[in-house]
């Protein structure tokens, strides 16, 4: 809710405070005395084209602040966080937001979101979130036919919810399902030609059989088999050292000598039969190490000219993979996956057949909810209109007759198969119009005060502002538009410039936009209203005379109903 406002140097206004606070706000004042100069402040709080028209006559600029209270974690606190601003907490999860707006007479603007710099762009995002303002100049709230739409769901309660959330899964599974169906279709040729290349690409992947790491071990055996001969000459020359056939010394040999050497000797002294041991340990390490050598040599006598041809045609192969996938890892991923793929490729045929079977059913079960759903809207359709319709007869519009269209839609979506279209017929014999054409400019406020009253229950709004909402209209009728806004002001906050005592007698709290004259330039400022004063502006409402006995008499019995109300 709005707490306050401070205009400055807007239109007549010097600077005037406005303490506006819960429930109903009535603001009245003598024409010319700016009373319409509070819903052109609240206006650029919300976002509005800035106009330097707008600026007092002699000052430089105009500037516009307010404070709401909005719920701290709320929607609104989280769209000033993202614009850089900031709200300031107090208590029971609301927070104060402040928001500025200034205009030159140059036309150049500013506007401030929780104490940040923001483009005014910010200001028109959070205000459908706080304010609703209905006057002959002001768009609808309800203009859209989606709005129209939305606020009907409302109206219609658990019953039209539940059978739109079933309408809703139902419509979710059907377009799955024909967009899965429309993909398997229109992409069959591609998928065909995808299942050839796959096919073959695994017939050639199994042909070659690769075997992880194998690259690799090829790599080493190929670099072997190449300098087979340097392998050999070194490793016949190593083992002839350590253990040759000739009659010359050998390593083998000549450790065996020294260990016997040794040997023979050990009993005199243990130090040296311990070297003896280490010695007979070199000879056994020698005589394995010549072994292992004698072996490797037999293998390299194994191996020849035709084993490197097929270890490097056998890396040609792989190397052929590689290039085709990428790597031979690659072909093995390939290997591993494409053959579920292709099964899934291959079964086109039964899986479009068995999505078609299944596509039907849920058109079926679309069908049946989008018929329910249609149902219960005309129903609750039925309901908004009659009730709207009796507000209007209590407000001065005894003929017209509100009505709420449920027609077919051009085409489904997921909110339904209808189109909702709120139309008034302003007299008997007159074709049922859009609200915002079949109502007068004095009439439209009314209009929507009536369906806004209806629907405050269910689809609550936290700020409504009605400007001219009793234009052409007096007495009883007066009296119940005092009383339809006080009922709205138990959901929502309620702000009405007014010129009838009628209407301000049911408000909780009561501003009155005062006008002075200091012989050149027309400023104005704002009161709050109590006791004695309060008393003597609705007297001046009621006969222009402010001290008039008739008319102060008039004025307390206004004041008494408004209290018993």
Known sequence: MIEEMRLHDLGVIADATLPIGRGFTAITGETGAGKTMVVTGLGLLLGQRADSGAVRSGAAQAAVEGVWIVPEDGPVAERVREAGGAVEPVGGGAAELYLGRTVSSEGRGRATVGGRTAPAGVLSDLADALVVVHGQS??????????????????????????RERYRTAWDAWRALDAELTTLETDRDDRAAEAERLRAAIAEIEAAAPVPGEEDELSRRAERLANAEELRVAAATAHAVLSSDDEGPDVVTLLAEARRALERIADSDAALGTIGEQVADLGYRAADVAVALSGYLADLDESGPHELAAVEERRSVLAGLARTHGSVDAALDLLASGSARLM????????????????????????????????????????????????????????????????????????????????????PGADPRPVSRGASGGELSRVMLAIEVVIAGVDPVPTFVFDEVDAGIGGAAAIEVGRRLARLAESSQVIAVTHLAQVAAFAGNHLTVVKGNDGSVTASSVRRLDGAEREAEMARLLSGLSDSDAALTHARELLATGRAR
């Open 344 to 427: 899934e490729l291959d079964d086109d045929g039964d899986r479009i057949a068995r999505l078609t079977a299944d596509r039907d059913a849920a058109a079926a079960e679309l069908d049946a909810a989008a018929e329910d759903l249609t149902a219960a809207r005309r129903e609750a359709a039925e309901r908004l209109g009659a009730a709207v319709t009796e507000e209007l007869h209590a407000l001065a519009l005894p003929d017209a007759r509100l009505t709420v269209d449920v027609s077919p839609a051009a085409a489904p979506a997921g909110h339904g198969r209808d189109d909702v279209a709120i139309l008034l017929a302003p007299h």
């Open 138 to 163: 002001d768009q609808l709230r309800l203009k859209s036919s989606t709005a129209q739409r939305q606020a009907l769901d409302r109206f219609g309660g658990e019953t039209v919810t539940t059978t």
